[in-house]
């Protein structure tokens, strides 16, 4: 039974909408392409109508257009594959060469000018006479000075000159070498100094004990700037303690050697 209802009420909602659609035609869809309906929501029965301010109290308004809205943007599709490569066009046709130009003539040669004649040689002329000998130049400043000690120095117990030197004013490096030697069966130190001015440099070497002859070499070196003339000097001596006997100590073979120096930079 309620389906029988149902299908008139459809039906009588038909040919309602179907009057209403013929006679509002003309205003269907709107300016702006909007359809226009009142739903009946006790009976369904559904009603074209211009606005949806004509649907009563018993009907819901209904709109919808009358073109779908526009869908999304789909995606890109793929890359289509790159086409193949057209033919190569012809070549241009060459331009014609030019014609080449006609030689130049060549100048003629210009003549020779005439040799002319050899002069006659000159006569030797006279010997000038011979000019006077000039004075002797004055003798250089010497850049070494040398003494060398050949005999034999005794040494003693206090500071004893076995070399010495004089020298002018100037900057020097100095060196000097002595052999000392003994005969004694003790041990004996034995000590030399070279002194320049107030600078000095010293030596210390040991001899014996032996029962023959005992020798060292003493070597000494420094540098010193005289500010006036001045002199260098080798002194030795050796130590012997308060209750032993005297000893021969003896330097020979001393040489001092003084070297002029431009400057002296210490560093």
């Not at 033919?87 to 100048?107: I, K």
């Not at 002194?195 to 070196?221: E, F, I, N």
Request: hydrophobic fraction near 40%; charged fraction near 15%.
């Amino acid at each position: 039974m309620r389906r029988q209802r149902l299908r008139f009420a459809l039906i009588a909602a038909a040919l309602v909408f179907g009057g209403l659609t013929a006679t509002a035609l003309a205003q269907i869809p709107d300016s702006n392409g909007v359809i226009h309906a009142c739903y009946h929501t006790a009976n369904g029965g559904i009603r074209v109508v211009n606005d949806g301010s004509e649907c009563t109290g018993s009907e819901q308004e209904l709109t919808w257009f009358q073109t779908g809205a526009p869908g999304s943007i789909g995606a890109t599709g793929p890359t289509g594959p790159q086409g193949p490569q057209g033919p190569a066009g012809a070549d241009g046709v060459d331009g014609v060469d030019g014609a080449n130009g006609a030689d130049g003539a060549d100048g003629a040669d210009g003549a020779d000018g005439a040799t002319g004649p050899t002069g006659p040689q000159g006569a030797t002329g006279p010997a000038g006479p011979t000019g006077p000998q000039g004075p002797a130049g004055a003798s250089g400043a010497s850049d070494a000075f040398v003494t060398t000690v050949k005999g034999k120095v005794v040494v003693g117990t206090t500071r004893t000159p076995i070399a010495h030197l004089d020298l002018p004013a100037g900057p020097y490096v100095l060196y000097a070498t002595a052999s000392v030697a003994q005969f004694s069966p003790k041990a004996t130190r034995v000590a030399c100094s070279l002194w320049a001015g107030s600078t000095r440099d010293r030596g210390l070497v040991r001899l014996g004990p032996v029962a023959a002859a005992s020798a060292a070499t003493v070597s000494l070196m420094l540098a010193h700037d005289f500010a006036a003339a001045g002199s260098a000097d080798v002194k030795c001596r050796y130590f012997r303690p308060k209750s032993a006997a005297p000893r021969t100590v003896n330097a020979r073979h001393t040489q001092l050697v003084a070297i002029s120096a431009g400057s002296l930079t210490r560093q």
